[in-house]
């Protein structure tokens, strides 16, 4: 029997349409079916590519007794929280105050009123480590419902009085200062791995958005020290297992300090930051490995992620088959020795096994090694590098594929539209600007479609059913204004406007507050509200760093002042935890800086237009265009005029503004270039 799973547009749900468990989406008409019969909600929450989600799915939900047991005492609801974050987050944040920790799959048991009662992530068929089985969990909780309704609403009442008393402390008045910023530097400074580089210890997660923070701090400061951490990070990350050595891209993490392990999935969003991270970072110091990883993750995305819509699947999956036809994690990746001959002969195997750190007890499992460059190899032969990653790439193209989850997000294909604008302009690659303008042409015609209201997902071009949260506004104007200063198109920067005219009417609340959720948005047990960088920018600060920027092309007194109220919190969480507010910092830099306004009155692409994408200054904004109708496109261009007939650059900030220039290299000193 196929559930109701069937009709969704989710990859995730589409796993799980055939369990034998009855499963619902997340919706009114599931609740009310547990009022009508009496019995509580199983929320089971997960994604695509999230692997404890397929070993719960395999061990449980494709069992028939277990879809049995849970069929006849509960209404199980499925969540993609891709699709759905602020499920997710609501409910993670009670597990997490509950427990003490969090992650998927998240099991949630709550009332029909989705009052949460009791929690847990993954739960295994038969009881181990302390952990008891799900069977006995299930069984455990319907004799609780049974037999103690009244404990269990007064711990479910608990639970929700909790969650409504956490309101945010939101930094009070003011933006960060630079004694905000100092103490954030200092904070990371001491959090920071100088063996290895990245923050913290075991897994590690790539920082992109503490890197943009350091270099953008870098240019406004010349702090050394954060240039440092930045490069020899992305260095570290350059070198190691996360970066796919063969086919250019990030894993999701680090399962050890060193890199060298990842857990396979690949994620757009990392992908995305990534990739700008590193063309920022070549921008500041001329990186040629900097250059080759921007370039190698921004083709990676394009060939691996892209959707024949034009816009960028969510994830690859972790796990694939191997040689025996099993699933296992990693296996599209890594190598033994043995395979290394099969491809290359014995010499160029026993080069390729001494460039890419594959040894014969191996790095990974069953022997195997995941490739990394442990760079003890002396001078190499280039031409040789590129023939052997060459073969070993059409080899591991024969492998069974990892499965991709190919639901659009909108927040991340944001993410990705400013990534491949950006490292297009500076790599001068215009079919990957192409790339970035299909994909924002997909989310005007598919995201805003009819509606004039962001939709967070689609599939196969086809809109999903769920609203866009604040992630989604800010993360999406990001990249159209991206896109308007590397293509010179104003209605991208409209565009951006009216996202951001959104955010200002349906997402702010009092002391420049910001909220996941629309004021018209379904109404869950309590309003999300998370300020924090994590995985990506935060919906908070995605906002406020567009909000900042749209401020800077158009003088609107209404957007910087949503900009500022909104980095109180930065003021507030930037000193005590800056590895978790990480864009926060950069778009505090952005501020302190200005930041400056660029208005090229001269040719898209021309020198002094590609001088000023290049320019170092933080969060700097560029206009560019040339002609009568320029000014309508760009309010920065209304008023400048070529100079004696010569395409001309003008700088301000702080309402202040320098002479113009039609020298390329003072307006690169202008703008710390």
Not at 241 to 250: A, K, S
Not at 603 to 628: D, K, M, S
Request: charged share 25%; proline share 5%; glycine share 12%.
């Amino acid at each position: 029997m196929a559930n109701r799973l069937a009709q969704t547009t989710s990859p995730y749900l589409l796993q799980h349409a055939d369990n034998p468990v009855d499963w619902w989406p997340w919706s009114p008409e599931a609740f009310e079916e547990a009022r009508k019969r009496d019995v509580p909600v199983l929320l089971s929450v997960g994604y695509a590519s999230c692997h404890w989600c397929h070993v719960m799915a395999h061990e449980s939900f494709e069992d028939d007794d277990t879809a049995a047991y849970l069929n006849a005492h509960f209404v199980p609801v499925k969540v993609d929280r891709e699709e759905r974050p602020d499920v997710d987050a609501v409910y993670m944040e009670a597990v997490q105050a509950a427990t003490g920790h969090g992650g998927w799959p998240m099991t949630v048991f709550l009332t029909p009123d989705a009052e949460p009662f009791y929690f847990g992530t993954y739960f295994p068929p038969e009881p181990r480590h302390g952990s008891p089985s799900f069977q006995q969990v299930l069984e455990g909780v319907t004799t609780a419902w049974t037999d103690r309704r009244e404990e269990v609403a007064e711990v479910a009442g608990r639970i929700v009085a909790d969650l409504a008393g956490r309101s945010l402390v939101h930094g009070g008045d003011g933006v960060p200062g630079e004694s905000e910023v100092a103490q954030a530097l200092l904070g990371l400074t001491r959090e920071y791995d100088e063996q290895h580089g990245g923050f913290g210890g075991a897994p590690k997660f790539p920082p992109a958005m503490a890197v943009e923070f350091l270099l953008r701090h870098y240019a406004r400061t010349g702090a050394e020290g954060a240039l440092q951490m930045a490069a020899d990070t992305c260095a570290a990350m350059g070198r190691g297992g996360i970066y796919d050595q063969l086919g250019g891209g990030f894993a999701r993490y680090s399962v050890d300090r060193e890199w060298i392990v990842p857990h396979f999935e690949k994620m757009l969003y990392d992908n995305a930051l990534l990739c700008r991270v590193y063309a920022h970072l070549w921008r500041a110091t001329g990186s040629d490995e900097a250059r080759r990883i921007a370039l190698e993750t921004a083709d990676f995305m394009v060939r691996e992620l892209r959707t024949a819509e034009g816009g960028f699947a969510s994830a690859l999956d972790a796990d694939s088959e191997d040689a025996e036809g099993r699933h296992v994690e990693g296996a599209f990746y890594v190598w033994t020795p043995e395979q290394l001959r099969e491809v290359l002969g014995e010499d160029d195997a026993a080069f390729a096994a001494a460039y890419f750190g594959v040894t014969e007890e191996g790095t990974f499992e069953e022997g195997a090694s995941v490739l990394r460059l442990p760079g003890d190899t002396g001078p190499v032969d280039a031409a040789r590098v590129a023939g052997v990653r060459a073969r070993l790439l059409a080899a591991r193209d024969e492998r069974p594929h990892p499965g991709r989850d190919d639901k659009v997000v909108a927040a991340w294909n944001g993410l990705a539209i400013a990534a491949l604008a950006e490292t297009g302009a500076y790599f001068d690659r215009p079919d990957l600007v192409e790339r970035a303008t299909e994909a924002a042409d997909l989310l005007v015609r598919v995201h805003l479609g009819e509606v004039a209201r962001l939709t967070r997902t689609s599939k196969d071009g086809r809109a999903g059913d769920n609203a866009g949260v604040l992630e989604d506004y800010g993360d999406v104007a990001e990249g159209f204004l991206a896109l308007a200063a590397v293509t010179g198109e104003g209605a991208w920067l409209e565009f951006a406007g009216f996202l951001l005219d959104i955010v200002l009417e349906q997402f702010t609340g009092e002391g420049g507050q910001l909220y996941d959720t629309a004021h018209d948005a379904e109404q869950l047990i309590r309003r999300p509200q998370d300020p924090t960088d994590s995985a990506t920018p935060s919906g908070w600060t995605a906002a406020a760093g567009a909000l900042l920027s749209y401020a800077a092309y158009t003088g609107s007194e209404a957007h910087r002042t949503a900009a500022e109220g909104a980095l109180g919190v930065v003021k507030a969480l930037g000193p005590r935890v800056p590895r978790f507010v990480g864009w926060g910092l950069a778009v505090a830099e952005a501020l302190l800086d200005g930041p400056r306004e660029v208005a090229v009155a001269g040719p898209i692409g021309g020198e002094l237009h590609r001088t000023a994408l290049l320019g170092r200054a933080p969060g700097a904004v560029v206009a560019a265009g040339e002609g009568a109708g320029a000014g309508a496109e760009f309010p920065l261009l209304v008023d400048r005029p070529l100079m004696g007939g010569e395409p001309t650059a003008y700088v301000c900030r702080h309402f202040v503004c320098d002479a113009p220039t039609t020298d390329a290299g003072e307006l690169a000193g202008k703008l710390g270039g």
